[in-house]
């Protein structure tokens, strides 16, 4: 896996505004992030589906195999596991996430970039 350097907390939106298994998109410093939350836990990775090259992810089916929360592309319905961002499709393929935390009600993402 390779290194990466993270960015500082931005503030995205109110937990009250993320419908469980909906994505949202949104611009974090200037990278579009999808969000979602489901089974009580937030997860961010990045918009652009890595297979189709369109910023789709936030429009995602979000579902499990088994404990795994996933996220199925809305174009060729690649899965991915939203705790790594391997998809469970294609090996070779993976969906850059992010970290996510809420603080006093507020969805905060930080950036995950590959040095």
């Known amino acids: 896996m390779s290194p990466t350097a993270t960015l500082s907390w931005t503030p995205v939106c ?6 469980p298994d909906r994505g949202v998109a ?3 410093d200037g990278v579009q992030v999808a969000l979602f939350a489901t089974g009580g836990e937030l997860f961010a990775v990045d918009n652009l589906d890595p297979v189709g090259g369109a910023y789709v992810m936030s429009r995602g089916i979000v ?3 088994g404990a795994m929360p996933t996220l199925a592309s ?4 690649q899965v991915y596991d939203l705790r790594t961002g391997r998809c469970l499709d294609l090996p070779d393929v993976t969906l850059r996430r ?3 935390r809420c603080r006093d009600g ?3 993402v930080r950036l995950r970039q590959e040095v």
């Open 14 to 19: 109110p937990l009250d505004r993320l419908e």
């Open 26 to 28: 949104a611009l974090v």
């Open 63 to 65: 579902g499990s195999r």
């Open 74 to 77: 809305p174009l060729h319905k």
């Open 98 to 100: 992010h970290e996510t």
């Open 106 to 108: 507020l969805v905060e």
